[in-house]
């Protein structure tokens, strides 16, 4: 029998909480976790247990105290722990709870935040995480282990901030799809959990605004990478089932008017998703929730994205109007105004635009997408002219 | 979290402050140079923000495609004018201030008399993944 991987992860942050609490620090129960997912994989095959959490919980605080022991046999002192683990109460919600806010600490850099919560609470190996973010695993290491010290250092004081870990998993999400670890069904996943332990509307307006965005996600690019705009889409390739979760978990959130980012950002999705047709886009109200963004995250970003709905509602004079607020040095700013110059007719002006975009792509897609803007405009022009 | 390349070139760089070149430096002096530059990718290694380095052989040509069925034509060696690249080493760091922060103390690495030569170094963004979240 195979070992169904996703399920050992799930019970991982389960196990972690558990060693945690019958008395393990939290950097050395992560590590004993590790090995005993990693002993699970193999030993399972033969003999599944009939408790897979409690075989774990057995396994990794085996595993915690060989390695205490270790540490002890070198720091040469008495190891101080029992050889059989206290019987503990079961792991409550809110131990798991507390593994996010600590993954996410205040005091950790995003990436170290990042890979803590991926290894600790999504359970993937330090190499899944190394290869999804490309780095050596060897480096990934470094940076998981000095994310616990600095988590031991400074320990957590007061309730856990939910915003950071919000952020952390927005940050996963939108690393995407690339490698073998599909990061944003990891953060979906987690997100779907978090939704579970914190009763917060801002945690379900991030899981719909997750869902609504995957839900498009086999449509976004072609099987070779290429960027397909959000006007040219097969919209019958979008998840229904995906996009009526993330509708209804957005409407039961906005429902309790403590409205936010994430509730914005999913408002802007839903109403993307609704849209049978492109040109059924209901542009007016996504201005009307990029304004209500703009009062919890005013950043270049989300102002630039206002004039691309504005754009839309209004037409290309209006989007240009709108854009002479928009400092020059924003990212994307010259795709946005190369795009409305070419609705607006100044076909020369919009090819010039669509080049500059490209050569200040961020990344290998947009940059192939706004070239072959750029060319397929100079053709036209040459061809007209 | 963004990678970017750090180049370090023989040639074809502005003239750094400690300008001399290496072959005039006292006995020692490029042992404690070498010694800096391990010392920094060790202690990047420890951060956790170390991808990958490479030193470069200046040995190299241009080649290019001659047409189906020719062999490639090569042009070389470089000639002594050209921007030449030493070796590079990639980071992945979590902001543009900490990859400039980065970058100087790598060019802070001693030179002649045991002073920083503080050469300039060259600092480029690799371009990231797609993001999800666009709109």
Known sequence: MSVDAAELRRLAPRVLAAVVRRGADFGTADDAVQQAMVRALSAWETAPPKDPEAWLVTVAWRAFIDITRSDAARRNREARVDAEPPAGPSVAADDTLQLYF??????????????????????LTTAQIAQAYLVPEATMAQRISRAKRTIADHGLAGPGDLATVMRTLY??????????????????????????????????????????????????TRPDGQIVALAEQDRTQWDTDLIAEGVDILQAALARQQVGNYQCQAAIAALHADAQHFEDTDWPQIVGWYDELLTYTDTPIVRLNRVVAIGQANGPRAGLAALEDIPHHVPRRDAVAAHLHERDGALELAAALYASAARSAPNVAERNHQTRQAARLNALIRHEG | MAKYLLLKHYRGAPAPPNDVPADQWAPGEWDAHVRYMGEFAAKLQRSGEFVTEHALSPDGVWVRSDGPDRPPVTDGPFAETKDLIA?????????????????????????????PIQEWLELRPLLSPLPVISE
């Open chain 2, 87 to 115: 070796g590079f080493m990639i980071i992945d760091v979590d902001s543009d201030e900490r990859a400039l922060e980065l970058a100087a103390e790598l060019s802070a690495a001693p030179g002649a008399g045991g002073v």
């Open chain 1, 171 to 220: 940050l996963v999400f939108n690393e995407g799809y690339s490698g073998d670890i599909d990061l944003a069904a990891e953060a979906i996943r987690l997100t779907r959990q978090l939704a579970f332990l914190a009763d917060h509307p801002e945690v379900d307006g991030l899981l719909s605004l997750m869902l609504l965005h995957h839900a498009r996600r086999f449509s976004r």
């Open chain 1, 102 to 123: 600590l993954c996410a600490h205040p005091e950790l850099t995003t990436s170290s935040a990042v890979a803590l919560t991926l290894r600790a609470v999504g359970g």
